[in-house]
């Protein structure tokens, strides 16, 4: 039996990003209802919505692209993605220090993304727990993905420059860790997403990860949405909140569904993208910069996603069909998870007419066979525990915290 757990101060770290602060904040809302101190160190464009959760924001300076920047801002290459990680970390430390300067947490917690945040963990003595919003790595995922990705990299001067400053930082802060290792193997963490979109979950070492599957809530405070009377189907056409700028694909999924018989489209196309840009909009078709997600897709059809990790699951705990057509990083690997599943069709951007996408979207949800596969798979993330099992695991890591 445990012992109840005494109120602590718990301090979270993330960036700008909404893929990497919304899975963590039904977390952060458990924890305070429990009566813990969280504190919650972000940029202040999410301060609104951290406070929200009961936790208080402690502002701070990024560098990073905020999110709702054009996704070239974060340039073309390997070296053009993670270098302004490591810049914003080098910038953000001194900041936060300051800002927690006799204001010591009993316990870290961190995005993948906040380096500083496991920089100070180990200034102050204090347990850090990650909070993966996507895939974690498995044994063998060096070899496999990790050092063909890098090979060329580390071979320019730019790469090694790369190397030699994350070293130096490290090396300033007292950790002779390698970067690679710092970056990408966390001492603990707890995996935000289902286990059935982690690839290779039968090689992750489950005494680091701990995957505890989708901490939703209820998301009353984003608003509702009501199916219109008469829709027969509804279709929700999502690329996420950052690889939003695709007029000509939006233009594709209108031909799709506009005007399909018994079809509702709700098509979400971020603030890259103007309505003139669409063209002529039949009625059955409505058009948002921003949807409660969540709420559309518990009364969809079809999820047509970009496959980020957050809608993915989203996708997952609604049983709702995908299509899948990935954008950038991560994306591309939960497309085929997703399909691997038999839940989802993955179409690249260039295949994605109006045609494939019509034909895909009456085959997905006519097929009894994908409708079994999604009840199973909402019926084992139902078992992960989610947001209580979360906040369960970093009371286990509290000081004092014991056993009976």
């Not at 790369?162 to 690679?180: K, M, Q, S």
């Amino acid at each position: 039996m445990t012992a109840p757990t005494a109120p602590a101060h718990i301090a979270m770290f993330s960036i700008a990003a909404h893929g990497h602060v919304n899975p963590s904040l039904e977390v952060i809302r458990e924890l305070v209802a429990r009566g813990h101190r969280v504190t919650y160190a972000i940029p202040p464009v999410f301060a609104d919505k951290v406070a929200a959760t009961g936790a208080r924001p402690v502002p701070y300076r990024s560098t990073l692209p905020g999110p709702d920047a054009d996704p070239e801002a974060w340039g073309s290459t390997l070296l053009d993605n993670v270098e302004p990680f490591l810049n914003d970390a080098i910038q953000a430390l001194p900041q936060l220090a300051e800002a927690y300067a006799g204001d010591t947490p009993d316990l870290v917690l961190h995005d993948i993304a906040s380096y500083p945040a496991r920089v100070l963990a180990r200034r102050w003595g204090v347990p850090a727990i990650s909070l993966s919003p996507n895939l974690v790595a498995w044994k063998g995922y060096e070899e496999e993905v990790a050092e063909p990705m890098w090979r060329e990299p580390r071979q320019t001067e730019r790469g090694q420059a790369y190397y030699a400053r994350f070293e130096a930082w490290l090396t300033e802060n007292g950790i002779t860790e390698h970067p690679d290792s710092f970056a990408g193997h966390p001492p603990r963490s707890l995996v935000l997403i289902p286990k059935a979109l982690q690839p290779n979950a039968d090689r992750v070492d489950e005494s680091v990860y701990t995957f505890v599957g989708a901490c939703q809530g209820d998301r009353a405070e984003e608003g509702g949405w009501q199916r219109p009377a008469g829709a027969e189907k509804v279709v929700l056409v999502s690329l996420g909140s950052a690889f939003t700028k695709q007029p000509a694909f939006y233009r594709e999924c209108v031909r799709a569904f506009g005007n399909l018989p018994g079809w509702h489209l709700v098509l979400q196309i971020g603030r890259q993208v103007t309505r003139a840009e669409l063209g002529e909009l039949p009625d059955n078709v409505e058009v948002h910069d921003w949807v409660p997600q969540l709420a559309v897709l518990r009364q969809a059809d079809l999820f047509v996603t970009h496959a980020g990790a957050g809608g993915s699951q989203e996708g997952l705990a609604t049983a709702t069909p995908m299509i899948a057509v990935p954008q950038a990083v991560d994306q591309f690997g939960n497309a085929d998870m997703l399909q691997g599943l038999g839940v989802a069709r993955k179409l690249a951007t260039e295949e994605a007419t109006a045609d494939r996408l019509r034909e895909t979207a009456l085959a997905l949800v006519d097929d009894p066979e994908v409708a079994r596969r999604l009840e199973r798979i909402q019926a084992e993330m139902d078992q992960e525990g989610g947001t209580r099992r979360a906040a369960d695991l970093i009371e286990a890591e509290l000081p004092g915290h014991r056993e009976r």
